[in-house]
């Protein structure tokens, strides 16, 4: 159904989650870095919590600026009678959050993160819609209006960045461009993607959650193979890349 892709464990590589039908568990591959995906669905904490639902958008995200992806997954069934037929579910279905707790699993906190709320969701997207530095969640409903969950609560705990990039002689979104930050033994990376979970599109800003991290550095690989480093970037703000001027710019939220 839906399909996003994320390093969920910080080890530079691209992991791969797709949602699936009832009675499936949704699948998280981790890139194991030899031209091999290794299925972790159980292993990770995402596999059995997950079989009872039809599931849709999805999105790795950092939800609480800790440094780790977290992830997010939409459900709800296709037939809006389907009680009538299967007792064991229902049309509308509360969706997952689960928190990375950092050492390759993740925990179910959708209740308790203020997700219990219970439709037959479909796309989402994420980004920061209200530029306080922390991600906010779009979801689509079947026969409801969208819901949008704003995220409260978070950006004055942990640090974070967000990295608009602006493309010159590659495509002025910079769609395909890679950053990856770097902070003491800390090391995430993040893509420039058009189009993902389910029939959906995120914020094409990059957004980097730090944890207790202050400084870091930046290394942007441009889709057309340039490449540009920038070091000694202070954390808490928006900032803009245009290829080729080196260097970055901050950018004023009023």
Excluded at 63 to 82: C, K, P, T, V, Y
Excluded at 114 to 125: D, N
Excluded at 141 to 170: F, H
Excluded at 217 to 237: A, T
Aim: aromatic share 10%; with cysteine; charged share 20%.
């Amino acid at each position: 159904m839906g399909v996003d892709f994320g390093d969920y464990d910080n080890d530079g590589l691209f992991d791969i989650v797709v949602t699936n039908f009832q009675h499936q568990t949704n699948t998280v591959y981790h890139n194991e870095g030899n031209s091999f995906f290794n299925d972790v669905s159980y292993d990770s904490g995402t596999g059995s919590v997950t079989m009872p639902h039809l599931a849709w958008g999805t999105n790795f995200f950092d939800f609480n600026n800790d440094g780790w992806l977290d992830l997010f997954i939409a459900n709800g069934h296709l037939d809006n009678n389907i009680q009538l037929f299967d007792t064991s579910t229902t049309y509308a279905q509360i969706n997952h959050l689960f928190k990375n707790n950092g050492d390759g699993t993740f925990t179910d906190l959708a209740e308790e993160l203020g997700l219990e709320a219970i439709y037959s969701s479909r796309g989402s997207a994420v980004g920061d819609i209200d530029n306080d530095g922390d991600l906010d969640l779009v979801i689509s409903n079947l026969d409801q209006p969208p819901n949008v969950m704003r995220n409260d609560g978070v950006s004055d705990i942990n640090n974070w960045l967000n990295v608009k990039l602006i493309g010159n002689t590659c495509n002025h979104s910079a769609i395909g461009s890679h950053v990856i930050l770097t902070a003491e033994n800390m090391r995430q990376i993040r893509e420039v993607r058009s189009g993902s979970s389910y029939l959906s599109q995120s914020d094409l800003r990059l957004h980097f959650g730090l944890g207790n991290y202050n400084i870091v550095d930046l290394e942007v690989r441009w889709p057309n193979g340039k490449m540009e480093e920038f070091r000694q970037v202070e954390s808490n703000q928006f900032i803009k890349i245009i290829e080729g001027m080196g260097h970055l710019q901050h950018i004023e939220i009023q």
